[in-house]
Each structure stands twice: as structure tokens, then as C-alpha cells.
């Protein structure tokens, strides 16, 4: 599908960062996080591009061809440049920033989907994407049914001639499960279908879907990307330029648009993510291997762990295994209510993938929406998003809380 406005975009993306194909090529993660979309500005030479707080651009002519911008919904160069930052590291053809993650899904499933279409979803989905799926999605007359994405024949039987996506968090949230994306590619692609990953929890230098088989990942922008839990956005990342050109237009014409300071929130972050990501991995690992060993705790979530169900998968796809864990208390829910009233340095609060570490219950806070429904969580289940404290602090902190 043609879009002028995208086109016009990149053509004054390229000024500002340059040819991804030239200046990119070969270069390592933790290179491209600083460099891919973040070239000096060609007008002042500033290092870091300017947050282009606009909402409309001065023309060249009448109806003729721009080498700029014309209105910030359709296109805004802070923007253009967190795009490409973002494809560079998923190493895909098109990067789309949204003003959520929510957003993004909203945008991707009203490209892909039709009245009557259907879509496969992880029983244990985030409890907002099931919200988008059970009360949003199914009003427009789009089918949609749970499988354990860890199990591809249980996708596969899942799956019927209405297929048009299936959809895959891994690791999962909040249950951890882990999905062989490869293995779940070659399902969908049997059946005429596009896989969708979620890789918020794993990011781009954990783990890249497209070069696993992935026809696109979303991300909340958020969460790791944005790191410091001071911005709100979302992404759509493809390896099919044609589709990155249908998302672009369902994008502009939507308009639920990353605003120019937010994606330079997100830019500023993905630069630091993998020195993030190692320590947010490091603590989880030890966070992880003490709760294994503590009396009041029955169960421990962390595809780290070598008797996780996933955890060879996880070795297969991932460079570390990340930083969220998940916990099952012994005297069930009030009992985990209470561990996350008690923790101190841990916040009490939703989100995740902030430097600081969070403690929630998910059944009363971020999945209470699944509540009744083949995705409910268990009542007795915390979840840690383990931040980049000192770790004997943390450790401490949840052996005090767990009494």
C-alpha cells in the first residue's frame, strides 16, 4: 500500500542518520543502540538529535515534492529517528512508534484482521492485550482462542482456517512461559498465518524474532526500552516492507503517534539497554537461585532456572534470561499480598523494566482483568521486576519481606 508521507519521512530520516544499509552493516548491538538513528543533527552538529517539538513544517511549494515534513502525526523527525533505532536493533525493514504499547497492538491487529478473522493467543497473555482481545477486538466480529504457546501441536490444533495471526509473549507475562519462536514461525507460516512476539520482557539484545522467523514484534516502549520508567510508548518492528508500509498507513491514519519528547525518552534509553539488560539478567539470576531455597516460598518462575520447563529454549533464543521473576507464597493470596506490602526497596507498583525494582501481585493489579477467565493467575503469585540495585540490597530486602 502506498504512503507518500512515509516515503517523505524517510527520504528526511536519511539526512538525519543516514543510510542504515551503509552506515550500519556489521556493526554489534551494543554499537547500533548508540549509532543507528542518532547521527549528529546536519544543521548544529549536536550529537544527540533534537527533540523536533513541532506540529507542522513550512512547505516548499504547492503539492510539490518536500524534502521535510509536513504534519507531526504523519511523520516528525525525533520520531523518524527512534523508527530506525528501533528496526536497526530488531534488524528488521521498518520500525513504527506508537504513543503505547496498546496502541501499537490496536494498530496491528486492525491492519491484519477482518470481521470473521481469527487469531491464536498464550493462555497466560499480558492481562492488557487480553483486555484488547475479549473486549475491544471480538466487538469488531474477530474470532480469538487460548493455546499453551510452549507446546507448537497445541497451536497447530488451535489453529483454524480463519487463522490470520498468532500471537506469542516470551518470556511471558506474568508466568514466564517460554515459546520456541522458531518452532511456532513454521506453525504459522503452515498455515497462512503471521506470527506475531511480544519481546517486551526480552528486548532486542536478549533476543531478535525476526532472525528466529517472526513476521513482527511489539514492544511497550515502556518498559526496558525506555528504562527509566519516565515514558509511555510502543513499537512495531517488521521484516516485510510491504506490511511496514500498511502499518504505516493504518499508523498515520489512527494517530496514536509517539509524541517528538517521548521517542527521544525511548532514543536516550535503548543506548544504555544492554549494559541495562546484563544487570537486570545478573540480579534476576541470584534473586532467582535464593528464592528456590527459602522455606515460604512453594514455586519459582525464571526461565534461568535449569529445571524451568523452558529453560532449553530459552538457552537456544536468549543471550541472558532477563529480569523479571515470578513467585508462588506458601499461605496463598493474602500471604502474597502481604510479602508485597512488607518489601522496602522493592515499589509497590505496576509496570516494569524501570532501573528501580518493582514488586506487584499481579491477580489484584495488572492481570485482574483476566480474573474468571482461562488466563486468570494464580492468587498466591508475585511478580519482581528486578531493577539495578546492589543485589545484596534486594536479597535482603525480599528476606525481610517474605518474614
Known sequence: MANPVGSSARRFGALLSGPMSDRHISQHFETLAIHAGNTADPLTGAVVPPIYQVSTYKQDGVGGLRGGYEYSRSANPTRTALEENLAALEGGVRGLAFASGLAAEDCLLRTLLRPGDHVVIPNDAYGGTFRLFAKVVSRWGVEW???????PAAVRAAITPKTKAVWVETPSNPLLGITDIAALAQVARDAGARLVVDNTFA?????QPLALGADVVVHSLTKYMGGHSDVVGGALIVSDRELGEELAFHQNAMGAVAGPFDSWLVLRGTKTLSVRMDRHSENATKIADMLTRHARVTRVLYPGLPDHPGHEVAAKQ?????????????GGEEAAVEVCNRAKVFTLGESLGGVESLIEHPGRMTHA?????????????????????????LLDDLQQALG
Do not use: C, H, K, W
Open 145 to 151: 482462542s487460548v493455546a499453551d504457546t510452549s507446546d
Open 318 to 330: 536468549m543471550r541472558a534470561f532477563g529480569g523479571m521473576v515470578s513467585f508462588q507464597v506458601e
Open 203 to 207: 528486548t532486542p539484545y536478549l533476543q
Open 369 to 393: 482483568s483476566a480474573a474468571g477467565s482461562a488466563l486468570e493467575v494464580p492468587a498466591d503469585l508475585v511478580r519482581l521486576s528486578v531493577g539495578i540495585e546492589n543485589v545484596d540490597d
